[in-house]
């Protein structure tokens, strides 16, 4: 298959991309996703919102995974499958390959319905489009109380298959292996994790939100970053727009790669002389490269509201960076 599609990138660009969609649902597809794991594929695929109506629940994604609050624009392209129906929505034309991301998030969606058993399992649980009802169903069905404290524990997909009760849930990133977690241990296992929130296993969905967040912000210095040490920066982070970001991220990303090493030093070190120490730099050149970069930045990096501004557009330029990985 890929030799095949490394062929027609060079003979049809356009049909390499078609066998892309395809082969990216047909893995959706084969893991039997929820129909919110649909829609999210759909919106990586297309990068633009995505909805669908099952069962009289309408559900619509934007490319952060949210549920847009603007109304769907008329003329979306739409199909129809009775008791379902699903769109992509733009402004205007229909991108060239709309029509082959649709086919493939309807014949997803007809495939999930036409398979669907009694209400069970992680994806249920986690699907911000279950009901409340078929959310404490599925829950009961994995011996859960709806009370019941838990966690969603974020890594790759292509993490080791023996961890437990797994399922792959599309994002605008990447594919993202999810689990529930009741014992609150951290992951011993090597590559990157996001964990969840904490919250009640009926809120499920909100932890999930908060461990994918969390994947995005881990590196190899932080392997293992845990949203609950965010506080209110979550808030922060769930209303971040890459393709709008504030002006202190701005500034950030007009930084060379030396100069936010110098800048994150000056931000957590505890003196001028220990940042110098850290950065194995003389202490005369940090302080020299404090002036230029609060210069720059319009803000202090060593007062308290200096720090705190550095710490949220730090976090949100990593989240920015995410976006194109």
């Keep these: 298959m890929q030799r095949l599609a490394g062929n027609l990138r060079t003979i049809d660009p356009e049909a390499s991309e078609s066998l892309r969609i395809v082969s990216y649902f047909d893995v959706l597809i084969s893991r039997g996703v929820s129909v919110d794991a649909l829609l999210r594929g759909a919106v990586v695929m297309a990068n633009a919102v995505a909805?669908?109506?099952?069962?009289?629940?309408?559900?619509?994604?934007?490319?952060?995974?949210?549920?847009p609050q603007e109304a769907t624009p008329d003329g979306s392209p739409r199909i129809d499958g009775g008791e379902w129906s699903a769109w992509i929505e733009r402004d205007g034309a229909p991108a060239p390959l709309d029509d082959v991301i649709l086919e493939r998030l309807a014949l997803?969606?007809?495939?999930?319905?036409?398979?669907?058993?009694?209400?069970?399992?992680?994806?249920?649980?986690?699907?911000?489009?279950?009901?409340?009802?078929?959310r404490v169903t599925a829950l009961a069905r994995l011996?859960?109380?709806?009370?019941?404290?838990?966690?969603?524990?974020?890594?790759?997909?292509?993490?080791?298959?023996?961890?437990?009760?797994?399922?792959?849930?599309?994002?605008r990133r990447a594919l993202v292996r999810v689990r529930l977690d009741r014992e609150f241990v951290t992951p011993a296992a090597p590559g990157l994790w996001g964990l969840g929130t904490v919250v009640r296993a009926d809120h499920a969905p909100e932890s999930l939100d908060a461990a994918l967040i969390a994947l995005r912000l881990a590196d190899e210095r932080d392997r293992i970053v845990d949203?609950?040490?965010?506080?209110?920066?979550?808030?922060?982070?769930?209303a971040f727009d890459p393709d709008h970001p504030p002006a202190d991220v701005v500034a950030l990303a007009a930084l060379d790669e030396r100069s936010q090493l110098v800048l994150r030093a000056?931000?957590?070190?505890?003196?001028?002389?220990?940042?110098?120490?850290?950065?194995?730099?003389?202490?005369?050149?940090?302080?020299?490269?404090?002036?230029?970069?609060?210069?720059a930045l319009g803000y202090d990096p060593r007062t308290p509201l200096g720090r705190a501004r550095y710490t949220a557009a730090a976090m949100l330029f990593r989240l920015a960076g995410s976006s194109e990985r």
């Design 51 to 67: 909805g669908a109506t099952v069962r009289g629940r309408v559900i619509r994604r934007d490319p952060e995974g949210r549920s």
């Design 143 to 171: 011996r859960i109380e709806p009370g019941t404290p838990i966690r969603v524990v974020a890594t790759s997909a292509d993490a080791s298959e023996a961890l437990a009760d797994t399922i792959i849930v599309p994002t």
């Design 108 to 134: 997803g969606i007809a495939l999930s319905e036409s398979r669907r058993r009694a209400p069970g399992g992680i994806d249920a649980v986690i699907d911000a489009g279950t009901g409340e009802a078929e």
């Design 266 to 295: 000056l931000a957590e070190a505890e003196s001028m002389r220990s940042a110098s120490a850290a950065l194995g730099m003389h202490h005369s050149s940090v302080q020299a490269r404090h002036e230029a970069l609060t210069q």
């Design 227 to 238: 949203a609950a040490e965010f506080g209110s920066l979550l808030l922060l982070a769930r």
